[in-house]
Nanobody
Framework: VQLQASGGGFVQTGGSLRLSCVVSGANLTPYIVGWFRQPPGRQRELVATVENDALTTYADSVKGRFTISRDNAMTTIFLQMNDLQPEDTAKYYC????????????WGQGTQVTVSS
């Protein structure tokens, strides 16, 4: 199973980016997918998740600015990020979790987002 993230980059304050993550190699649908981020010098933190019943969860810091979405098969995960702020600067990781222990939880390689002030 592989998760391939893309879409990161450099943007000015107030700008937008759209991250994508493709999940491949699994024969089962994950029950939850999402995005985490790790700012410089800090621990990895939740950004947003979406479950297979479409229930979404967002960190308070991104509510109203970020939107998570996925295709029906949960093989592609998107994160639309609007009104980006310097504190959003981090490496963003996509995440998928399966109920089947053969797959468990998997992470993508990360994509860097840098927001200039």
């Amino acid at each position: 199973v592989q998760l391939q993230a893309s879409g990161g980059g450099f943007v000015q304050t107030g700008g937008s980016l759209r991250l994508s993550c493709v999940v491949s190699g699994a024969n089962l649908t994950p029950y939850i997918v999402g995005w985490f981020r790790q700012p410089p010098g800090r621990q990895r933190e939740l950004v947003a998740t979406v479950e297979n019943d479409a229930l979404t969860t967002y960190a308070d810091s991104v509510k109203g600015r970020f939107t998570i979405s996925r295709d029906n098969a949960m093989t592609t995960i998107f994160l639309q990020m609007n009104d980006l702020q310097p504190e959003d600067t981090a490496k963003y990781y996509c995440y998928s979790r399966w109920l089947d222990p053969e797959y468990g939880a998997r992470w993508g390689q990360g994509t860097q987002v840098t927001v200039s002030s």
